[in-house]
C-alpha cells in the first residue's frame, strides 16, 4: 500500500482549459499562512477536517449555520494538478502515484481573519466555504462552527472510516497453520 | 488579538488569467515603442510604496521559479510577504542575482552595471529594471532613437540620476549584454531597452 507523504505535494504548472495556473508550492503557501500561528496542529486538524468533509454533509453544514460573513478574496479559488508522490509499502524508493487535481483559495473576512483552503477535486463552493470556516475558526464564532460544522464532518467521516473498517473485516482472510505434532 | 491573523495582506487582480494577459500585453507595447507611455489597462490593488504599474509587472513577470531584488526603501514586509503570496518569487539579497529589480527614485547610487548584464552567449540572462519615477512629464527633455522610434522620440523622466546619460551610454555600447527598463509611474509604464540610444539630454527647461 502507498503512503502519500503531504509534505511532498508540489503544485505543477499545468493548465488546462479556464483554469489558473498553479504557482506556489504547496508547502510554502501553508507555511506562509501558518507561519504565526501558535496552535499550527489545531488548525491543520479543522482544515483537513474541512478538505475532507463529504459534500453532502458540509452542504447541510452551511444550510444550518445561516448567513455566512462577508470577505474580500486574496486568492480566487483556482484549480490545478498536485503530483502526489508515494513510497513502495510505505518505506521504500519514492515514486509519482500520479498527479490529483486540487483547488485552493485564500480570503479575508472584514473582521480580519484570513482564510486558507486546498481541497481535492474542482469544487469551488467548497473550497470557499472550507476557507470561510477556516477563517472563521480564528474568530469569536469557532465554538459554533465546531458544533455546527465540524461536528457532524467528523461525524460523517468516522461512519465512512467505519463502514471502510466493516467491509475490510468481511474480506479478512487469517492464514494459520494447522499444528501437525512434529514439535511435540 | 489573534495570532493566525493576516489582515495587512492584499489581495491583487480581480481576474488573475485575463488582467496578466492585458498586463504583459502592455509592457510588450512599451517594450517595443520606447518612450511612449502605455497605461495599465487593468485595476490592480498594490501594496505601499510599489506603485500600480510595477506591481502589476511584478504580478505578470514574477513567479516561483523567478528572482526579484527590492530596493532597500520598497523591501518592507508587507511588500515582501505580498509578493510571496501572490507571486511565489525568490526575494535575493544580492543585486547581481535577481532577474528583476525594482528601484524607487531618487535613488542616489544607482548603478546599472551592478545589476546582472547576461552574457555573450546568453545575454537574455541579464536583468531587467522596475524603476518607479515620481513624474512622466516633468523633468529634462531626452531623445532617443532606435528600433520601434520611427526618427527620434522624446522621453520625459523625472528623478534619474545626473549621470543616468553617461550610464545608458555604457549599458548601450555593451549590446548585446545590458540591462533593460521599464519607468513606471502611477498606473503607467515606458520601457526603455537596451537597443535605444539616448542621443542627447537637454536640461530641465520649466
Known sequence: ?184 | MNAMTESGLLPAWNDPVHDAQATFRTVLKALAEPGLSHTLPVAVTAPTPLSLSSAALLLTLADLETSVWLAPVLNTLQVCEWLRFHCGCRLVADKADAQFAVISMPEPDLRLETFAQGCMEYPDQSATLLVQVPSFTAGPARVLSGPGIPATRLLHVAGLPPDFHQQWQENFVSFPRGVDMVFCCGDAMIGLPRTTRIQSEQPECM
Open chain 1, 1 to 184: 500500500m502507498a503512503t502519500m507523504l503531504a509534505e511532498e505535494y508540489d503544485f505543477s504548472l499545468t493548465q488546462h482549459g479556464d483554469e489558473h495556473v498553479i504557482k506556489n508550492s504547496f508547502s510554502d503557501a501553508l507555511i506562509f499562512c501558518m507561519k504565526q500561528a501558535n496552535t499550527q496542529e489545531e488548525r491543520a486538524r479543522w482544515m483537513s477536517l474541512l478538505a475532507k468533509a463529504p459534500n453532502a454533509t458540509l452542504t447541510h453544514a452551511v444550510r444550518n449555520y445561516g448567513t455566512l460573513p462577508s470577505f474580500v478574496w486574496l486568492r480566487r479559488p483556482e484549480t490545478g494538478l498536485a503530483m502526489v508522490r508515494a513510497r513502495t509499502g510505505g518505506s521504500g524508493t519514492q515514486f509519482n502515484l500520479g498527479e490529483m487535481s486540487v483547488t485552493r483559495c485564500a480570503l479575508r473576512l472584514n473582521s480580519g481573519e484570513m482564510g486558507v483552503s486546498y481541497i481535492s477535486g474542482r469544487n469551488i463552493k467548497h473550497a470557499e466555504w472550507a476557507a470561510v470556516f477556516d477563517a472563521l475558526m480564528q474568530s469569536e464564532h469557532a465554538d459554533r462552527v465546531a458544533d455546527i460544522i465540524l461536528a457532524p464532518i467528523g461525524q460523517a467521516l468516522a461512519e465512512r472510516q467505519a463502514q471502510i473498517t466493516v467491509r475490510a473485516e468481511e474480506a479478512r482472510v487469517d492464514f494459520l497453520t494447522m499444528v501437525r505434532g512434529e514439535n511435540v
